[in-house]
T-cell receptor, first 115, second 112 residues
């Protein structure tokens, strides 16, 4: 079975600082994908970044980067130069090889950016 | 722009009522999903469908059923709503193997 663990229920960060959101995973699949989603207070889930288990380099998308450490089974999200609009819930998710591309989600981290 | 829409943003129902939550995607995606989101638990998969008239149970299917008569539409049905089904319900769809899921805006359901 696949499992995602996010150990930080909430985080508070000053604007313009970098922030790291932790995510660890467990799977026996040889191939898998890891995702990060952002959920603002309005409720919609916004896709941020994707990392494949065989990707050689860490994924980056603008201010978002994924610190992928395969041996440690961690996939932390790094947000550089945080902005007030980054305040939201953040979910880490994993997809394995089988199962119609369904995702397993972590519990989420609520990030608050302070001015 | 890709789009997943859900029939209601907010819904209030009485215990015992039959409830329909509708989800429509305009991307011709094969796979569609229903999740519920509860604080501290993240998103949990209720049901998913990989083709018209095909469905599979997710992690928490009890008390729910689904219907997919057309490729673009995936309905979640609460046969007899109960207060423990008060939650946020999110629909999603995906095409292909290594793509992200696209989510609808969610339906916040309250069962009184």
């Amino acid at each position: 079975a696949q499992k995602i663990t996010q150990t930080q229920p909430g985080m508070f960060v000053q604007e313009k600082e970098a922030v790291t959101l932790d995510c660890t995973y467990d799977t026996s699949d040889p191939s898998y994908g890891l995702f990060w989603y952002k959920q603002p207070s309005s409720g919609e889930m916004i896709f941020l970044i994707y990392q494949g288990s065989y990707d050689q380099q860490n994924a980056t998308e603008g201010r978002y980067s994924l610190n992928f450490q395969k041996a440690r089974k961690s996939a932390n999200l790094v947000i550089s130069a945080s902005q007030l609009g980054d305040s939201a819930m953040y979910f880490c998710a994993m997809r394995g090889v089988q199962g119609a591309q369904k995702l397993v989600f972590g519990q989420g981290t609520r990030l608050t950016i302070n001015p | 722009d890709v789009k997943v829409t859900q029939s209601s943003r907010y819904l209030v129902k009485r215990t015992g009522e039959k409830v329909f939550l509708e989800c429509v995607q305009d991307m011709d995606h094969e796979n569609m999903f229903w999740y519920r989101q509860d604080p501290g638990l993240g998103l949990r998969l209720i049901y998913f469908s990989y083709d018209v008239k095909m469905k599979e149970k997710g992690d928490i299917p009890e008390g729910y059923s689904v219907s997919r008569e057309k490729k673009e539409r995936f309905s979640l049905i609460l046969e007899s709503a109960s207060t423990n089904q008060t939650s946020m319900y999110l629909c999603a769809s995906i095409q292909g193997t290594y793509n992200e899921q696209f989510f609808g805006p969610g339906t916040r359901l309250t069962v009184l």
